[in-house]
């Protein structure tokens, strides 16, 4: 059941995380270093972009990334931030983010280090110049002793043992899941701390409400197409804001279906599995929703590559259950 946190009992993110560690027998508390450095780094992070008109850091550097699509200044600076805040993390062992080609190896398991945090430093940049919400998301996997550790850290998202993100839209929203359920926190800015809001979220069922970028619709396939011509039918309602984050948050809180499926140009789809499907799946599953490829769960997908992409749907049961009575 979902309950509302109030000013009469706050909670920190930090105190949150502890206590839910305390439930593990064993617990080391090493969870709670990493949730903290991410915290750290999205408050500046956050800070940057809504100083970044101000602070004249906004359009692009001028240079494409591992992905061929061009960087802008401020996904430069929030994967310094990232990299700078959780580099010196003693339990991290490997660090992987969209911006770069290859992951840093920072520690062996040996030398302690015991997970890999994967992410996405500043999702859905581009629309950072008209003021429109952009996040952060971020992945942790545990790392098995010995092997490779760039191997390890291709594991399948099921094997996640946090996934969250950050949205900057008119609140600072950080929302985390640890596989425990879905927990959302506000960054209270007077006090400069994430404050727990919402605990045990579920995605609401019976909203009848798309979100994918209808303007591709002709390089879909033909059960998409034929599930966007079913929309239109039945008093469906339209939201896409072109910010996977901002865009997810508010099917997360409200219900109904995200969609970025194949076009013809992205055969494979255009989101990357590893820090963007991947991690928003379990939150989305964890919130009692579903996330699919089309045809299986993303959290079962066998990723082959850092930078794989993946066709994503999803959201509440009953949304994408309707879009996949199309694609069978
Ligand atoms: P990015 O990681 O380069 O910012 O790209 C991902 C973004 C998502 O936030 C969003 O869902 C999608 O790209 C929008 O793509 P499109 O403009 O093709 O609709
Ligand atoms: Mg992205």
Redesign the pocket.
């Known amino acids: 059941m979902e309950k509302r946190w109030t000013q009469d009992n706050l909670t920190s993110l930090q105190s949150s995380i502890l206590a839910e560690e305390q439930k593990h027998p064993g617990a080391t508390g090493e969870f709670t270093w990493i949730l903290s450095a991410i915290s750290l780094a999205t408050k500046a992070i956050g800070n940057k972009v809504r100083c970044a008109r101000i602070e004249d850091v906004i359009g692009e550097v001028g240079e494409t990334n591992v992905q061929g699509?061009m960087q802008h200044k401020l996904d430069v600076i929030a994967n310094e931030i990232i990299l700078r805040c959780l580099g010196d993390r003693e339990n991290i062992g490997v660090l992987a983010s969209?911006e770069n080609e290859t992951p840093f190896l920072l520690r062996s398991r040996e030398e302690g280090g015991r997970y890999a945090v994967l992410f996405?430093p500043l999702?859905?940049?581009?629309n950072v110049d008209s003021s429109v919400g952009v996040g952060t998301i971020f992945s942790v996997l545990r790392l098995p002793d010995g092997g490779s550790r760039e191997v390890a850290m291709l594991s399948p998202g099921k094997d996640q043992v946090a996934a969250g993100y950050v949205l900057y839209g008119s609140s600072t929203v950080l929302v985390l899941t640890t596989g425990n359920g879905v927990d959302m926190f506000v960054l209270d800015q007077s006090i400069g701390s994430f404050v727990l809001v919402t605990k045990g979220i579920q995605i609401p069922s019976g909203n009848k409400t798309y979100s994918i970028?209808e303007a591709y619709t002709e390089k879909f396939s033909k059960e998409i197409q034929q599930y966007l011509e079913w929309v239109h039918e039945n008093d469906y309602s339209s939201r896409y804001i072109?910010?996977?984050?901002a865009?997810v948050h508010r099917v997360l809180l409200k219900g109904g279906v995200f969609l970025?499926p194949p076009t013809k140009e992205k055969p494979e789809g255009?989101?990357r599995l590893m820090y963007?499907a991947n991690p928003m799946a379990m939150v989305i599953e964890q919130a009692g929703g579903m996330a699919v490829d089309g045809s299986k769960r993303i959290l079962e997908i066998e990723p082959s590559g850092l930078h794989e992409r993946t066709s994503v749907i999803l959201g509440s049961s009953d949304q994408v259950g309707a879009v996949l009575q199309h694609c069978s």
């Open positions: 699509e969209e996405d999702d859905g940049s581009s970028n072109g910010s996977m984050v865009d970025y255009k989101l963007e």
